[in-house]
């Protein structure tokens, strides 16, 4: 008795590429710090930037999650796995990797190598019938904490209005560092793309959040013949049917590019700001640090595209989420792309059942599993709405931060 996750479009769309539905195929592996692991990841919790020691861990809890989902897929006489997802739970105070994903099968005498990829039935279609060739299920994380020192120095920075670059800095380093370990691990693959990368933050303990990157390590004989070195590997987060559109077009992706803008309203903005707001209308200050904000990660993705050697720039989110009293990130993210003729697809039409789809897939994967919701905070931000009694509240707030810092460097002051 088959028991597969598939939907009925996946089986038709991987039919036509000679595959059959398999099992489902699932690996974990539970793990700890340790004391001294804790100890030290505190520590660097308390200085800021990235915890190398929860990095550490929880890129080889995943991977080695991986590794047993797809032994357990090879056991059950599987070609490759599908629709590959690496999750992370707490499980009696420890850490649970789970890696879940769908066997599919092919017959013995096409032969070819074991495969895993995020993609689904539909998008696997897409990829293969656009030339790229599935090598394994690839990702690149970092787990990262803002920091006593740089807090306090962006809270300072916040009583002026404009962009905190303490922050700003940050959050764009941390997200291309995740980009270019993904990068690295495709390129030791022997791959010369990743298609279909989704970005995830998920929260890692107090203070801590690892940012996720994963993809499907590929192979395009047309970007190149073989393996190329980490920066020429092509990265995109389109789905599956646009890959598939931008090749019969003359397009190809370059890379995915990123930008973060962090900016305060500033302490003197803020209170009048909160008297506006007792009044009906337009909020000005509010209006302009907005609007320059996007102006300026626009500006900064537009920077990396052209940097890159990309033309455009397509499939772009921008997002906007509160971080703080007073504080606003924006972020920018898309695919850069270039003319490049000679990529076009197998098929001459893309069949209706590969751009299908399935609802209750839909429905169970929620908002937060395409690159589009960097946060689960940018999926919900954007149907807030200012109000005085939340923004008297965090001024409030505003204020008391600030009054612990001023404490702060007076106290270091006079210990000198």
């Not at 893309?350 to 689960?376: K, N, W």
């Not at 923004?391 to 210990?415: E, P, R, T």
Request: charged fraction near 20%; glycine fraction near 12%.
């Amino acid at each position: 008795m088959l028991i597969s996750g598939m939907s009925g479009n996946e089986i038709f769309c991987l039919a036509q590429k000679g595959y059959a539905p398999g099992e489902i195929a699932v690996g974990n592996s539970v793990c700890s710090l340790g004391l001294s692991g804790a100890l030290a990841s505190w520590g660097r919790a308390i200085a800021g930037g990235e915890i190398a020691q929860i990095t550490e861990m929880v890129s080889s809890g995943r991977h080695a999650a991986i590794q047993r989902m797809e032994d357990e897929a090879r056991r059950q006489g599987a070609s490759g796995v599908t629709s590959v997802v690496s999750e992370l739970r707490t499980l009696a105070g420890y850490t649970e990797f789970l890696s879940q994903g769908t066997g599919i099968h092919r017959p013995a005498a096409d032969g070819g190598e074991f495969f895993s990829t995020a993609a689904s039935g539909m998008e696997l279609y897409c990829h293969l019938d656009a030339g790229y060739r599935p090598i394994r299920f690839a990702m690149g994380n970092v787990a990262y904490a803002l920091g006593v020192g740089r807090g306090l120095t962006g809270t300072l920075r916040t009583i002026a209005k404009g962009e905190v670059r303490e922050y700003s800095q940050l959050y764009n380093r941390i997200r291309h560092l995740a980009l270019r370990r993904l990068r690295a691990e495709a390129a030791k693959l022997g791959a010369n793309a990743v298609v279909d990368v989704a970005v995830r933050m998920l929260p890692y303990g107090p203070g801590t959040v690892e940012l996720l990157m994963t993809g499907t390590a590929s192979h395009h004989g047309r970007i190149s013949s073989g393996p190329v070195p980490e920066e020429r590997v092509v990265t995109s987060e389109l789905r599956g049917e646009e890959l598939w559109n931008l090749a019969r077009l003359g397009w190809v992706p370059v890379q995915l590019v990123m930008a973060t803008s962090v900016y305060s309203i500033g302490l003197a903005a803020g209170v009048g700001t909160l008297f506006q707001a007792m009044q009906r209308g337009e909020l000005p200050e509010v209006t302009r640090l907005v609007y320059h904000a996007r102006e300026n990660c626009l500006e900064l993705l537009r920077k990396e595209a052209i940097q890159v050697g990309a033309e455009q720039v397509i499939g772009n989110k921008l997002m906007i989420q509160e971080v703080g009293p007073g504080l606003i990130e924006v972020v920018a993210i898309g695919t850069a792309v270039r003319r490049a003729p000679g990529f076009a697809p197998e098929t001459p039409q893309l069949m209706p059942q590969a751009i299908i789809v399935d609802r209750d897939r839909h429905e169970a994967e929620g908002p937060l599993t395409r690159p589009s919701d960097l946060t689960r905070l940018v999926a919900t931000t954007s149907r807030q709405q200012f109000s005085p009694a939340a923004m008297l509240l965090g001024l409030l707030a505003f204020g008391a931060v600030i009054l612990m810092a001023l404490v702060v460097v007076v106290v270091a002051m006079l210990l000198r």
